[in-house]
């Protein structure tokens, strides 16, 4: 596989990455503090060696977890051993695993609200390269999802 489509694969991963680690933390889901993140419609903007990414998708209350936990999406399945959230600011480190069963490793951390995050970290390719630096900012858009909305 070469650099950039590893590159790519990394980028894909990320906005799924990110969004588990937040809200699979113990509590969340049925958490409505002001710092936890909500239901609705969330747009993605992943950056991983200069190459951007920017997705739009809706978040159903009755599907956060799922989503969230890395479950429900079609390309990955994530795991997270480290799991670090609360008070406003989350770190994790874990492996999302396509269906072709090729791997990336994420370690991302920085500050969360009920209606955005920001992370900075990494994603490791294959084991024991460097991390590749890699962000991903997100933000909700709204609280009700238009009607031709992509869901999760």
């Known amino acids: 596989m070469n650099s950039k489509t590893l590159t790519r694969l990394a980028a894909a991963a990320l906005p799924v990455a990110a969004a588990a680690a937040i809200l699979a933390a113990p509590g969340v889901a049925g958490s409505q503090s002001s710092q936890t993140p909500q239901p609705g419609y969330w747009t993605y903007t992943t950056s ?10 809706c978040v159903r209350p009755s599907e956060i977890n799922r989503f969230f936990g890395g479950l429900s999406t079609r390309r990955w399945q994530c795991v997270y051993p480290v799991r670090q959230v609360g008070g406003g600011n989350a770190r994790f480190e874990g492996t999302c695993t396509d269906h072709k069963g090729r791997r990336v490793n994420v370690r991302l951390n920085g500050p969360y609200q009920a209606e955005s995050f920001s992370f900075r970290g990494g994603a490791q390719l294959s084991r024991g390269t460097p991390y ?9 858009v709204a609280a009700q999802c238009p009607a031709n909305a992509e869901y999760f």
């Open 132 to 140: 590749i630096p890699a962000s991903i900012t997100a933000r909700r």
């Open 48 to 57: 991983v060696m200069g190459v951007r990414d920017t997705e739009t998708k």
